[in-house]
Protein backbone atom coordinates (compact mmCIF):
# COMPACT_ATOMS: atom_id res chain seq x y z
CA UNK A 1 0.00 0.00 0.00
CA UNK A 2 1.71 3.58 -0.88
CA UNK A 3 1.50 5.74 1.91
CA UNK A 4 -0.65 9.06 1.55
CA UNK A 5 -1.40 12.43 3.21
CA UNK A 6 -4.64 13.59 2.93
CA UNK A 7 -4.02 17.26 2.02
CA UNK A 8 -6.01 20.54 -0.12
CA UNK A 9 -4.52 20.68 -3.71
CA UNK A 10 -3.17 23.75 -1.98
CA UNK A 11 -1.69 22.43 0.89
CA UNK A 12 0.06 19.90 -1.78
CA UNK A 13 0.80 22.42 -3.85
CA UNK A 14 2.81 24.59 -1.09
CA UNK A 15 4.05 21.46 0.35
CA UNK A 16 5.66 20.00 -2.82
CA UNK A 17 7.49 23.60 -3.72
CA UNK A 18 8.74 24.08 -0.41
CA UNK A 19 10.98 20.75 -0.78
CA UNK A 20 12.26 21.26 -4.11
CA UNK A 21 16.07 22.25 -3.97
CA UNK A 22 19.47 23.53 -5.85
CA UNK A 23 22.60 23.89 -5.42
CA UNK A 24 24.55 26.65 -6.06
CA UNK A 25 28.62 27.41 -5.10
CA UNK A 26 27.94 23.71 -3.46
CA UNK A 27 25.46 25.18 -0.70
CA UNK A 28 21.53 23.54 -1.30
CA UNK A 29 19.10 26.18 -1.16
CA UNK A 30 15.56 26.04 -1.86
CA UNK A 31 15.16 26.29 -4.97
CA UNK A 32 11.87 28.51 -4.63
CA UNK A 33 12.80 31.83 -3.09
CA UNK A 34 8.99 32.63 -1.76
CA UNK A 35 5.75 33.40 -3.06
CA UNK A 36 4.91 37.13 -4.06
CA UNK A 37 0.93 37.03 -2.88
CA UNK A 38 -1.95 39.94 -3.38
CA UNK A 39 -5.52 38.10 -1.87
CA UNK A 40 -8.39 38.03 -2.71
CA UNK A 41 -11.04 35.53 -3.84
CA UNK A 42 -9.74 32.66 -5.94
CA UNK A 43 -6.86 32.35 -3.70
CA UNK A 44 -7.11 33.70 -0.16
CA UNK A 45 -9.22 30.70 1.71
CA UNK A 46 -7.33 27.95 -0.63
CA UNK A 47 -4.24 28.69 -1.08
CA UNK A 48 -3.90 31.26 1.88
CA UNK A 49 -4.39 29.12 4.13
CA UNK A 50 -1.90 26.59 2.55
CA UNK A 51 0.87 29.49 2.85
CA UNK A 52 0.58 30.01 6.13
CA UNK A 53 1.12 26.42 7.10
CA UNK A 54 4.30 26.64 5.15
CA UNK A 55 5.29 30.05 6.16
CA UNK A 56 8.41 29.05 7.15
CA UNK A 57 9.79 26.89 4.45
CA UNK A 58 8.14 28.90 1.79
CA UNK A 59 8.22 32.48 2.79
CA UNK A 60 4.99 34.83 1.17
CA UNK A 61 5.64 38.16 0.38
CA UNK A 62 3.23 40.71 0.02
CA UNK A 63 3.40 44.08 -2.64
CA UNK A 64 0.89 46.03 -3.73
CA UNK A 65 0.47 45.28 -7.28
CA UNK A 66 0.44 42.12 -9.00
CA UNK A 67 2.39 42.75 -12.15
CA UNK A 68 5.10 44.21 -9.71
CA UNK A 69 5.40 41.19 -7.45
CA UNK A 70 5.95 38.71 -10.80
CA UNK A 71 8.42 41.58 -12.24
CA UNK A 72 10.20 41.27 -8.67
CA UNK A 73 9.98 37.15 -8.77
CA UNK A 74 11.57 37.99 -12.78
CA UNK A 75 14.56 39.57 -11.24
CA UNK A 76 15.11 37.57 -8.75
CA UNK A 77 15.54 34.67 -11.09
CA UNK A 78 18.04 36.98 -13.32
CA UNK A 79 19.70 37.64 -10.84
CA UNK A 80 20.27 33.76 -9.57
CA UNK A 81 21.23 33.34 -13.38
CA UNK A 82 18.00 31.23 -13.28
CA UNK A 83 19.15 29.05 -10.73
CA UNK A 84 16.34 29.84 -8.16
CA UNK A 85 12.70 31.37 -8.99
CA UNK A 86 9.63 32.60 -7.51
CA UNK A 87 5.99 32.08 -7.39
CA UNK A 88 3.38 34.70 -7.47
CA UNK A 89 0.07 33.82 -6.61
CA UNK A 90 -3.29 36.23 -7.13
CA UNK A 91 -7.31 36.42 -7.08
CA UNK A 92 -9.10 35.54 -9.94
CA UNK A 93 -10.21 38.04 -12.48
CA UNK A 94 -8.37 41.83 -12.43
CA UNK A 95 -6.03 40.31 -9.72
CA UNK A 96 -4.80 37.47 -12.65
CA UNK A 97 -4.79 39.60 -15.86
CA UNK A 98 -2.64 42.41 -13.79
CA UNK A 99 0.29 39.04 -14.24
CA UNK A 100 -0.26 38.69 -17.92
CA UNK A 101 2.27 41.36 -19.15
CA UNK A 102 4.64 39.93 -16.54
CA UNK A 103 4.16 37.04 -17.85
CA UNK A 104 5.13 37.91 -21.47
CA UNK A 105 7.88 39.76 -19.73
CA UNK A 106 9.36 36.13 -18.50
CA UNK A 107 8.22 34.35 -22.21
CA UNK A 108 10.72 37.31 -23.73
CA UNK A 109 13.62 36.81 -21.42
CA UNK A 110 13.26 33.28 -21.24
CA UNK A 111 13.21 33.44 -17.24
CA UNK A 112 11.56 31.36 -14.99
CA UNK A 113 9.06 32.28 -12.58
CA UNK A 114 5.53 30.65 -11.24
CA UNK A 115 2.62 32.07 -11.58
CA UNK A 116 -0.58 30.45 -9.88
CA UNK A 117 -4.11 33.21 -10.82
CA UNK A 118 -6.46 31.58 -9.20
CA UNK A 119 -9.80 31.08 -11.45
CA UNK A 120 -13.39 29.94 -11.71
CA UNK A 121 -15.19 27.20 -9.84
CA UNK A 122 -14.46 24.04 -11.69
CA UNK A 123 -18.01 22.97 -10.50
CA UNK A 124 -19.54 25.78 -12.06
CA UNK A 125 -21.91 25.77 -10.04
CA UNK A 126 -22.35 29.20 -8.65
CA UNK A 127 -21.58 30.52 -12.18
CA UNK A 128 -21.25 33.30 -12.40
CA UNK A 129 -18.37 34.57 -9.73
CA UNK A 130 -17.42 37.77 -9.01
CA UNK A 131 -14.84 38.82 -11.59
CA UNK A 132 -15.97 35.83 -13.47
CA UNK A 133 -16.00 37.12 -17.81
CA UNK A 134 -18.42 34.24 -19.04
CA UNK A 135 -17.96 33.68 -23.02
CA UNK A 136 -20.88 33.17 -24.60
CA UNK A 137 -19.60 30.62 -26.91
CA UNK A 138 -16.86 28.31 -24.84
CA UNK A 139 -17.60 27.29 -21.40
CA UNK A 140 -13.81 26.36 -20.68
CA UNK A 141 -13.09 29.99 -20.91
CA UNK A 142 -12.04 32.34 -18.75
CA UNK A 143 -9.58 35.18 -17.71
CA UNK A 144 -6.73 33.02 -17.46
CA UNK A 145 -6.89 31.95 -21.15
CA UNK A 146 -5.12 35.23 -21.80
CA UNK A 147 -1.74 33.37 -20.30
CA UNK A 148 -1.52 30.52 -22.79
CA UNK A 149 0.55 32.33 -25.35
CA UNK A 150 2.68 34.23 -22.78
CA UNK A 151 3.61 31.00 -20.83
CA UNK A 152 5.95 28.05 -21.82
CA UNK A 153 3.54 25.94 -20.01
CA UNK A 154 -0.53 26.62 -18.80
CA UNK A 155 -2.56 24.42 -17.14
CA UNK A 156 -6.01 24.77 -15.67
CA UNK A 157 -6.46 22.49 -12.14
CA UNK A 158 -9.88 21.23 -12.41
CA UNK A 159 -9.36 18.47 -10.30
CA UNK A 160 -7.12 17.70 -6.92
CA UNK A 161 -4.84 15.03 -8.42
CA UNK A 162 -3.76 17.04 -11.53
CA UNK A 163 -1.47 19.17 -9.40
CA UNK A 164 0.51 15.78 -9.52
CA UNK A 165 1.91 15.62 -13.16
CA UNK A 166 1.08 19.58 -13.27
CA UNK A 167 4.13 20.01 -11.07
CA UNK A 168 6.44 17.75 -12.18
CA UNK A 169 5.86 19.56 -15.60
CA UNK A 170 6.29 23.02 -14.03
CA UNK A 171 9.45 21.85 -12.37
CA UNK A 172 11.02 20.46 -15.81
CA UNK A 173 9.87 23.80 -17.53
CA UNK A 174 11.15 26.70 -14.98
CA UNK A 175 15.05 24.41 -15.02
CA UNK A 176 15.58 23.46 -18.28
CA UNK A 177 18.13 25.80 -19.41
CA UNK A 178 16.28 25.44 -23.16
CA UNK A 179 12.88 25.64 -22.87
CA UNK A 180 12.88 28.02 -19.11
CA UNK A 181 10.27 30.39 -19.14
CA UNK A 182 6.46 31.36 -17.32
CA UNK A 183 4.31 28.51 -15.96
CA UNK A 184 1.08 29.45 -15.21
CA UNK A 185 -0.98 27.30 -13.58
CA UNK A 186 -4.79 28.51 -13.69
CA UNK A 187 -5.99 27.25 -9.46
CA UNK A 188 -10.20 26.77 -10.01
CA UNK A 189 -11.42 28.02 -6.25
CA UNK A 190 -12.82 25.25 -5.06
CA UNK A 191 -10.24 22.38 -6.21
CA UNK A 192 -7.98 24.31 -4.18
CA UNK A 193 -9.29 23.86 -1.04
CA UNK A 194 -10.55 20.14 -1.97
CA UNK A 195 -8.65 17.43 -0.37
CA UNK A 196 -7.11 14.08 -1.77
CA UNK A 197 -5.18 11.03 -0.91
CA UNK A 198 -1.59 12.14 -2.09
CA UNK A 199 1.01 9.60 -2.11
CA UNK A 200 3.81 10.86 0.10
CA UNK A 201 6.55 9.96 -2.02
CA UNK A 202 5.23 13.11 -4.13
CA UNK A 203 6.77 15.28 -1.32
CA UNK A 204 10.01 13.77 -0.89
CA UNK A 205 13.11 16.15 -1.44
CA UNK A 206 14.30 16.86 -4.92
CA UNK A 207 17.75 18.52 -5.67
CA UNK A 208 17.52 20.01 -9.48
CA UNK A 209 21.19 20.61 -10.76
CA UNK A 210 21.84 22.77 -13.98
CA UNK A 211 21.84 20.82 -17.15
CA UNK A 212 24.36 21.26 -19.74
CA UNK A 213 23.95 19.60 -22.46
CA UNK A 214 27.29 18.64 -25.12
CA UNK A 215 27.05 19.42 -28.49
CA UNK A 216 26.60 17.46 -31.34
CA UNK A 217 30.11 15.88 -33.03
CA UNK A 218 29.20 16.86 -36.29
CA UNK A 219 27.90 20.61 -35.29
CA UNK A 220 31.07 21.47 -33.13
CA UNK A 221 33.57 19.91 -36.32
CA UNK A 222 31.71 22.61 -38.77
CA UNK A 223 31.70 24.72 -36.24
CA UNK A 224 35.83 24.30 -35.33
CA UNK A 225 36.18 24.52 -39.22
CA UNK A 226 34.50 27.65 -40.01
CA UNK A 227 36.34 29.20 -37.25
CA UNK A 228 39.42 28.41 -38.56
CA UNK A 229 38.94 29.70 -42.29
CA UNK A 230 37.96 32.84 -40.40
CA UNK A 231 39.87 36.11 -40.74
CA UNK A 232 37.45 38.49 -38.85
CA UNK A 233 35.90 36.47 -36.50
CA UNK A 234 33.75 38.33 -34.19
CA UNK A 235 32.14 36.81 -30.47
CA UNK A 236 28.80 38.32 -29.89
CA UNK A 237 28.06 37.12 -26.00
CA UNK A 238 23.97 37.39 -24.84
CA UNK A 239 22.14 36.52 -22.01
CA UNK A 240 22.86 32.53 -22.47
CA UNK A 241 26.55 33.25 -21.44
CA UNK A 242 25.99 34.46 -17.92
CA UNK A 243 23.06 32.15 -17.21
CA UNK A 244 25.61 29.03 -18.28
CA UNK A 245 28.32 31.02 -15.80
CA UNK A 246 30.20 30.62 -19.23
CA UNK A 247 31.67 34.29 -18.50
CA UNK A 248 35.64 33.15 -17.23
CA UNK A 249 35.51 29.83 -20.45
CA UNK A 250 34.24 33.02 -22.85
CA UNK A 251 37.59 35.33 -21.25
CA UNK A 252 39.70 32.39 -21.71
CA UNK A 253 38.82 31.67 -25.43
CA UNK A 254 38.91 35.14 -26.41
CA UNK A 255 42.56 35.51 -24.83
CA UNK A 256 43.51 32.58 -26.26
CA UNK A 257 42.24 32.94 -29.71
CA UNK A 258 42.50 36.63 -29.75
CA UNK A 259 38.68 36.56 -30.73
CA UNK A 260 37.21 40.69 -29.94
CA UNK A 261 33.44 39.93 -27.83
CA UNK A 262 30.61 42.06 -28.02
CA UNK A 263 27.87 42.04 -25.75
CA UNK A 264 23.88 42.48 -25.77
CA UNK A 265 22.24 43.85 -23.46
CA UNK A 266 21.28 40.50 -21.61
CA UNK A 267 24.77 39.61 -22.26
CA UNK A 268 26.47 42.70 -21.17
CA UNK A 269 28.98 41.90 -17.70
CA UNK A 270 30.10 38.81 -19.26
CA UNK A 271 33.11 40.03 -19.38
CA UNK A 272 34.57 42.99 -17.45
CA UNK A 273 34.32 45.94 -19.06
CA UNK A 274 38.20 47.09 -18.81
CA UNK A 275 38.80 43.74 -20.62
CA UNK A 276 40.57 45.14 -23.78
CA UNK A 277 39.07 42.45 -26.54
CA UNK A 278 35.34 43.45 -24.85
CA UNK A 279 34.07 45.88 -27.55
CA UNK A 280 31.38 46.08 -25.22
CA UNK A 281 27.92 46.77 -26.36
CA UNK A 282 26.69 45.64 -30.11
CA UNK A 283 24.01 47.20 -31.89
CA UNK A 284 21.46 49.84 -32.12
CA UNK A 285 22.67 50.97 -28.89
CA UNK A 286 26.54 49.55 -29.35
CA UNK A 287 29.92 51.26 -29.03
CA UNK A 288 31.60 52.30 -32.26
CA UNK A 289 34.27 49.71 -31.08
CA UNK A 290 31.78 46.95 -31.83
CA UNK A 291 29.85 48.16 -34.43
CA UNK A 292 32.38 48.50 -36.96
CA UNK A 293 33.31 45.05 -36.14
CA UNK A 294 30.36 43.82 -36.73
CA UNK A 295 29.93 45.85 -40.21
CA UNK A 296 33.29 43.89 -41.41
CA UNK A 297 33.24 40.63 -39.65
CA UNK A 298 33.63 37.14 -41.67
CA UNK A 299 32.61 35.55 -38.76
CA UNK A 300 30.29 35.90 -36.56
CA UNK A 301 29.96 33.22 -33.11
CA UNK A 302 27.09 34.30 -31.60
CA UNK A 303 26.50 32.57 -28.06
CA UNK A 304 23.39 32.07 -25.94
CA UNK A 305 21.77 35.26 -27.59
CA UNK A 306 18.21 35.56 -29.37
CA UNK A 307 19.49 37.91 -32.25
CA UNK A 308 17.00 40.89 -31.37
CA UNK A 309 16.88 43.77 -33.88
CA UNK A 310 18.56 45.98 -31.35
CA UNK A 311 22.03 43.49 -31.47
CA UNK A 312 21.64 43.07 -35.44
CA UNK A 313 20.63 46.64 -36.03
CA UNK A 314 17.34 45.43 -37.65
CA UNK A 315 19.60 42.72 -39.78
CA UNK A 316 21.75 45.90 -41.49
CA UNK A 317 24.80 45.41 -39.33
CA UNK A 318 25.99 42.48 -40.13
CA UNK A 319 27.56 43.75 -43.41
CA UNK A 320 30.30 41.32 -45.07
CA UNK A 321 29.17 39.65 -48.00
CA UNK A 322 29.30 35.79 -47.57
CA UNK A 323 29.99 36.09 -43.69
CA UNK A 324 29.31 32.81 -41.44
CA UNK A 325 27.37 32.64 -38.16
CA UNK A 326 27.69 30.10 -35.84
CA UNK A 327 24.93 29.89 -33.47
CA UNK A 328 25.83 28.39 -29.82
CA UNK A 329 22.97 28.15 -28.09
CA UNK A 330 21.22 25.31 -25.88
CA UNK A 331 17.88 26.13 -27.88
CA UNK A 332 17.76 24.70 -31.29
CA UNK A 333 15.30 27.40 -32.28
CA UNK A 334 18.25 30.33 -31.41
CA UNK A 335 20.72 28.31 -32.79
CA UNK A 336 19.76 28.13 -36.52
CA UNK A 337 18.26 31.75 -36.39
CA UNK A 338 19.21 33.63 -40.06
CA UNK A 339 20.66 30.37 -41.66
CA UNK A 340 23.29 30.26 -38.44
CA UNK A 341 25.37 26.58 -38.20
CA UNK A 342 24.04 25.67 -35.25
CA UNK A 343 26.00 24.95 -33.01
CA UNK A 344 23.29 23.19 -30.24
CA UNK A 345 25.30 23.59 -26.47
CA UNK A 346 25.00 25.01 -22.99
CA UNK A 347 27.65 27.95 -23.73
CA UNK A 348 29.97 26.40 -21.50
CA UNK A 349 30.54 23.26 -22.56
CA UNK A 350 30.26 24.28 -25.76
CA UNK A 351 33.21 27.22 -25.57
CA UNK A 352 35.25 24.12 -23.60
CA UNK A 353 35.02 21.70 -26.60
CA UNK A 354 35.71 24.80 -29.48
CA UNK A 355 38.70 25.64 -27.43
CA UNK A 356 39.85 22.23 -27.49
CA UNK A 357 39.36 21.91 -30.91
CA UNK A 358 41.07 25.05 -31.98
CA UNK A 359 44.11 24.73 -29.86
CA UNK A 360 47.14 26.36 -30.94
CA UNK A 361 44.60 28.88 -33.55
CA UNK A 362 44.92 32.57 -33.43
CA UNK A 363 42.77 34.94 -35.22
CA UNK A 364 45.37 36.99 -37.31
CA UNK A 365 46.82 39.35 -35.24
CA UNK A 366 46.21 42.30 -37.26
CA UNK A 367 42.25 42.22 -36.78
CA UNK A 368 43.02 41.99 -32.74
CA UNK A 369 44.92 44.95 -32.98
CA UNK A 370 42.14 46.19 -34.73
CA UNK A 371 39.53 46.01 -31.98
CA UNK A 372 41.81 46.54 -29.42
CA UNK A 373 42.48 49.92 -30.82
CA UNK A 374 38.77 50.44 -31.38
CA UNK A 375 38.16 49.82 -27.91
CA UNK A 376 40.67 52.44 -26.71
CA UNK A 377 39.28 55.12 -28.92
CA UNK A 378 35.66 54.24 -27.56
CA UNK A 379 36.43 54.71 -24.31
CA UNK A 380 37.61 58.54 -25.25
CA UNK A 381 34.47 59.26 -26.54
CA UNK A 382 32.79 57.28 -23.77
CA UNK A 383 34.48 59.61 -21.12
CA UNK A 384 33.60 62.87 -23.17
CA UNK A 385 30.06 62.34 -22.79
CA UNK A 386 30.31 61.03 -19.06
CA UNK A 387 31.91 63.48 -17.51
CA UNK A 388 31.04 66.05 -14.76
CA UNK A 389 28.79 68.96 -15.56
CA UNK A 390 27.81 71.95 -14.64
CA UNK A 391 24.83 72.16 -17.15
CA UNK A 392 21.13 73.42 -15.59
CA UNK A 393 19.66 70.19 -17.50
CA UNK A 394 22.40 67.26 -18.16
CA UNK A 395 22.18 64.38 -19.99
CA UNK A 396 21.50 61.06 -19.55
CA UNK A 397 24.71 60.33 -19.94
CA UNK A 398 26.18 62.92 -17.50
CA UNK A 399 23.77 61.30 -14.69
CA UNK A 400 25.49 57.98 -15.44
CA UNK A 401 29.02 59.36 -15.75
CA UNK A 402 28.26 60.76 -11.84
CA UNK A 403 26.80 57.49 -10.68
CA UNK A 404 29.35 55.55 -12.23
CA UNK A 405 32.49 57.54 -10.32
CA UNK A 406 30.01 57.37 -7.43
CA UNK A 407 29.02 53.81 -6.89
CA UNK A 408 31.72 51.84 -8.73
CA UNK A 409 30.94 48.51 -11.30
CA UNK A 410 30.99 46.29 -8.37
CA UNK A 411 27.12 46.65 -7.92
CA UNK A 412 24.02 45.70 -9.72
CA UNK A 413 22.95 48.29 -12.23
CA UNK A 414 19.05 47.94 -13.08
CA UNK A 415 17.35 49.30 -15.82
CA UNK A 416 14.41 48.68 -18.55
CA UNK A 417 12.77 51.43 -20.65
CA UNK A 418 13.08 54.68 -21.60
CA UNK A 419 16.17 56.53 -23.23
CA UNK A 420 18.44 54.96 -20.05
CA UNK A 421 19.22 51.57 -21.93
CA UNK A 422 20.71 52.99 -24.94
CA UNK A 423 22.77 55.08 -23.25
CA UNK A 424 23.35 52.62 -20.17
CA UNK A 425 24.33 49.61 -23.07
CA UNK A 426 26.89 51.99 -24.14
CA UNK A 427 28.40 53.71 -21.47
CA UNK A 428 28.16 51.57 -18.86
CA UNK A 429 31.41 50.30 -17.27
CA UNK A 430 30.27 46.72 -16.19
CA UNK A 431 32.01 45.25 -13.69
CA UNK A 432 31.66 41.29 -12.51
CA UNK A 433 29.13 39.07 -14.40
CA UNK A 434 25.22 39.68 -13.33
CA UNK A 435 26.72 43.63 -11.94
CA UNK A 436 24.42 44.74 -15.18
CA UNK A 437 20.78 43.98 -15.10
CA UNK A 438 19.28 45.02 -18.18
CA UNK A 439 15.61 43.80 -18.71
CA UNK A 440 15.76 44.89 -22.59
CA UNK A 441 13.64 41.57 -24.07
CA UNK A 442 10.36 43.63 -23.26
CA UNK A 443 11.47 46.70 -22.26
CA UNK A 444 8.59 47.13 -19.73
CA UNK A 445 8.26 50.42 -18.44
CA UNK A 446 7.49 49.69 -14.65
CA UNK A 447 10.04 46.92 -14.57
CA UNK A 448 12.84 48.97 -13.08
CA UNK A 449 11.58 49.37 -8.81
CA UNK A 450 10.00 45.79 -8.60
CA UNK A 451 12.50 43.97 -10.39
CA UNK A 452 15.20 46.03 -7.89
CA UNK A 453 13.30 44.48 -5.36
CA UNK A 454 14.06 41.14 -6.31
CA UNK A 455 17.55 41.50 -7.57
CA UNK A 456 18.15 42.89 -4.24
CA UNK A 457 16.50 39.86 -2.97
CA UNK A 458 18.52 37.51 -4.70
CA UNK A 459 21.72 39.57 -3.42
CA UNK A 460 20.97 41.25 -0.71
CA UNK A 461 24.75 41.65 0.29
CA UNK A 462 25.23 43.72 -3.08
CA UNK A 463 24.23 47.59 -3.46
CA UNK A 464 21.55 47.33 -5.96
CA UNK A 465 20.97 50.50 -8.03
CA UNK A 466 17.80 51.29 -9.92
CA UNK A 467 17.97 53.88 -13.27
CA UNK A 468 14.36 55.00 -13.76
CA UNK A 469 12.59 57.92 -15.99
CA UNK A 470 10.11 59.87 -14.60
CA UNK A 471 7.62 57.69 -17.03
CA UNK A 472 8.79 54.40 -16.19
CA UNK A 473 8.67 55.99 -11.79
CA UNK A 474 5.20 57.37 -12.44
CA UNK A 475 3.86 53.83 -13.86
CA UNK A 476 5.16 51.68 -11.05
CA UNK A 477 6.29 52.49 -8.31
CA UNK A 478 4.19 50.87 -5.34
CA UNK A 479 7.19 48.44 -4.13
CA UNK A 480 9.19 51.26 -2.90
CA UNK A 481 6.89 51.33 -0.04
CA UNK A 482 7.50 47.12 0.22
CA UNK A 483 11.29 47.67 -0.09
CA UNK A 484 10.96 49.68 3.12
CA UNK A 485 8.51 47.32 4.58
CA UNK A 486 11.09 44.14 4.41
CA UNK A 487 14.02 46.42 4.95
CA UNK A 488 15.48 45.48 1.38
CA UNK A 489 17.77 48.52 0.25
CA UNK A 490 17.83 50.14 -3.06
CA UNK A 491 19.25 53.08 -4.42
CA UNK A 492 17.06 54.29 -7.04
CA UNK A 493 17.85 57.51 -9.55
CA UNK A 494 15.01 58.79 -11.26
CA UNK A 495 16.24 61.26 -14.34
CA UNK A 496 13.05 63.37 -14.55
CA UNK A 497 12.80 64.87 -17.99
CA UNK A 498 8.97 65.79 -17.39
CA UNK A 499 7.72 63.13 -20.51
CA UNK A 500 8.65 60.64 -22.64
CA UNK A 501 11.66 61.62 -23.94
CA UNK A 502 13.02 58.66 -26.10
CA UNK A 503 9.92 58.44 -27.62
CA UNK A 504 9.69 62.34 -28.48
CA UNK A 505 13.07 61.65 -29.96
CA UNK A 506 12.23 58.68 -32.15
CA UNK A 507 8.46 60.48 -33.16
CA UNK A 508 10.98 63.34 -34.22
CA UNK A 509 13.50 61.63 -35.67
CA UNK A 510 10.64 59.63 -37.72
CA UNK A 511 9.92 63.32 -38.86
CA UNK A 512 6.88 63.63 -37.07
CA UNK A 513 6.23 66.60 -34.67
CA UNK A 514 6.57 66.12 -30.46
CA UNK A 515 2.77 65.40 -30.13
CA UNK A 516 2.05 63.39 -27.06
CA UNK A 517 4.97 62.37 -25.40
CA UNK A 518 6.75 65.07 -23.44
CA UNK A 519 4.20 66.97 -21.23
CA UNK A 520 4.48 69.98 -21.99
CA UNK A 521 3.09 68.66 -26.13
CA UNK A 522 0.40 66.60 -24.26
CA UNK A 523 -3.78 67.91 -24.37
CA UNK A 524 -3.56 69.89 -20.89
CA UNK A 525 -5.32 72.42 -18.73
CA UNK A 526 -2.71 72.65 -16.21
CA UNK A 527 0.70 71.38 -16.60
CA UNK A 528 1.55 69.28 -14.06
CA UNK A 529 4.54 70.26 -11.74
CA UNK A 530 5.47 66.34 -9.92
CA UNK A 531 6.81 66.52 -7.24
CA UNK A 532 8.91 63.16 -6.80
CA UNK A 533 10.77 63.62 -3.76
CA UNK A 534 7.40 64.14 -2.07
CA UNK A 535 6.06 61.12 -3.83
CA UNK A 536 9.01 58.80 -2.81
CA UNK A 537 9.09 60.28 0.86
CA UNK A 538 5.71 59.37 1.42
CA UNK A 539 6.16 55.75 0.38
CA UNK A 540 8.57 56.08 3.03
CA UNK A 541 12.23 56.10 0.87
CA UNK A 542 14.41 58.85 1.55
CA UNK A 543 14.06 60.98 -0.56
CA UNK A 544 16.52 64.21 -2.17
CA UNK A 545 16.67 66.54 -5.41
CA UNK A 546 20.02 67.33 -6.86
CA UNK A 547 20.20 70.31 -8.14
CA UNK A 548 23.39 69.31 -10.64
CA UNK A 549 25.78 66.27 -11.28
CA UNK A 550 28.15 67.42 -8.37
CA UNK A 551 25.10 67.58 -5.84
CA UNK A 552 24.25 64.12 -7.34
CA UNK A 553 27.74 62.87 -6.53
CA UNK A 554 27.23 64.13 -3.11
CA UNK A 555 24.16 62.48 -2.58
CA UNK A 556 24.55 59.10 -4.16
CA UNK A 557 28.34 59.03 -1.48
CA UNK A 558 25.74 59.58 1.26
CA UNK A 559 23.01 57.11 -0.14
CA UNK A 560 25.79 54.25 0.09
CA UNK A 561 25.65 54.77 4.01
CA UNK A 562 22.37 54.19 4.28
CA UNK A 563 20.05 51.53 4.88
CA UNK A 564 16.74 52.65 3.93
CA UNK A 565 15.97 52.78 0.11
CA UNK A 566 16.60 56.19 -1.30
CA UNK A 567 15.48 58.20 -3.87
CA UNK A 568 17.41 61.01 -5.89
CA UNK A 569 15.77 62.75 -8.19
CA UNK A 570 17.69 64.88 -11.06
CA UNK A 571 16.34 66.91 -13.61
CA UNK A 572 17.68 66.10 -17.19
CA UNK A 573 17.68 67.36 -20.32
CA UNK A 574 15.06 65.61 -22.39
CA UNK A 575 16.45 66.49 -25.91
CA UNK A 576 19.64 64.95 -25.61
CA UNK A 577 21.34 61.70 -26.04
CA UNK A 578 24.59 60.33 -27.11
CA UNK A 579 25.18 60.76 -30.60
CA UNK A 580 28.33 58.51 -30.56
CA UNK A 581 28.23 55.10 -31.65
CA UNK A 582 24.76 52.98 -32.12
CA UNK A 583 23.11 51.59 -35.36
CA UNK A 584 20.40 51.93 -37.71
CA UNK A 585 17.01 50.36 -36.34
CA UNK A 586 14.05 49.89 -38.27
CA UNK A 587 10.96 51.80 -37.23
CA UNK A 588 8.66 51.88 -40.18
CA UNK A 589 8.09 55.66 -41.38
CA UNK A 590 4.98 56.34 -43.19
CA UNK A 591 5.33 55.92 -47.03
CA UNK A 592 2.39 59.12 -47.81
CA UNK A 593 1.96 62.27 -45.30
CA UNK A 594 1.53 65.75 -45.46
CA UNK A 595 4.76 66.79 -43.68
CA UNK A 596 7.58 67.10 -45.92
CA UNK A 597 9.95 66.12 -42.54
CA UNK A 598 7.71 62.65 -43.01
CA UNK A 599 8.95 62.41 -46.57
CA UNK A 600 12.48 63.42 -45.88
CA UNK A 601 12.33 60.66 -43.19
CA UNK A 602 10.73 57.79 -45.84
CA UNK A 603 13.23 58.94 -48.12
CA UNK A 604 15.91 58.04 -45.90
CA UNK A 605 14.02 55.25 -44.32
CA UNK A 606 14.32 53.59 -47.73
CA UNK A 607 17.61 54.18 -48.60
CA UNK A 608 18.97 52.63 -45.64
CA UNK A 609 16.37 49.59 -45.38
CA UNK A 610 18.59 48.69 -48.77
CA UNK A 611 21.27 47.43 -46.19
CA UNK A 612 19.17 44.92 -44.37
CA UNK A 613 20.09 41.20 -45.37
CA UNK A 614 16.81 39.42 -46.47
CA UNK A 615 17.18 35.73 -45.96
CA UNK A 616 20.42 35.90 -44.70
C1 LIG B 1 4.61 49.34 -20.38
C2 LIG B 1 5.21 50.13 -21.50
N1 LIG B 1 4.46 51.03 -22.16
C3 LIG B 1 4.97 51.74 -23.18
C4 LIG B 1 6.26 51.56 -23.58
C5 LIG B 1 6.82 52.38 -24.74
N2 LIG B 1 7.83 53.30 -24.20
C6 LIG B 1 9.13 52.97 -24.18
S1 LIG B 1 10.06 54.11 -23.44
C7 LIG B 1 8.74 55.10 -23.12
C8 LIG B 1 8.91 56.40 -22.38
C9 LIG B 1 9.63 56.23 -21.09
O1 LIG B 1 9.65 57.45 -20.39
P1 LIG B 1 10.67 57.71 -19.23
O2 LIG B 1 10.64 56.54 -18.30
O3 LIG B 1 10.42 59.02 -18.64
O4 LIG B 1 12.09 57.65 -19.95
P2 LIG B 1 12.68 58.70 -21.03
O5 LIG B 1 12.22 58.22 -22.37
O6 LIG B 1 12.17 60.03 -20.71
O7 LIG B 1 14.15 58.55 -20.90
C10 LIG B 1 7.57 54.54 -23.64
C11 LIG B 1 6.24 55.16 -23.57
C12 LIG B 1 7.01 50.58 -22.89
N3 LIG B 1 8.26 50.28 -23.21
N4 LIG B 1 6.48 49.91 -21.83
MG1 LIG C 1 11.22 60.84 -19.02
Redesign the pocket.
Known amino acids: MTATIRLTMAQALTRFLSRQFTQIDGERLPIVGGVWAIFGHGNVAGLGEALWHERERLPTFRAHNEQAMAHAAIAYAKANMRRRFMAATTSIGPGATNLVTAAALAHVNRLPVLLLPGDVFANRIPDPVLQQIEDFGDGTVSANDCFKPVSRYFDRITRPEQIIPALQRAMQVLTDPAGCGPVTLALCQDVQAEAYDYPESFFEERLWTQRRPRADRDELKAAAEALKAAKKPLIVAGGGVLYSGASGDLGRFSAATGIPVCETQAGKSSLPDDNALNMAAIGVTGTQAANRLAAEADLILAVGTRLQDFTTGSWALFGAPGKTIIGLNVQPFDAGKHRALPLVADAREGLTDLSEALTGWKAPESWTAHAKAGKADWRKDAEKVTAASNAALPS ?1 AQVIGAVQRTLGSDIVLLHA ?4 PGELHKLWQAGPPGSYHAEYGF ?4 YEIAGGLGAKMARPDTEVVVM ?5 YL ?1 MNSEIATSVMLGLKLTIVL ?1 D ?1 R ?5 NRLQNATGSASFNNLLKDTRHETLPEIDFVAHAGSLGAIAVKAASIAELEATLAQAKTNTRTAVVVIDTD ?1 LVSTGAGGAWWDVAVPEVSERAEVRAARAQYDIERQHQRVGE
Open positions: DAGGLSCMGVGDGSMLNGFGCIP
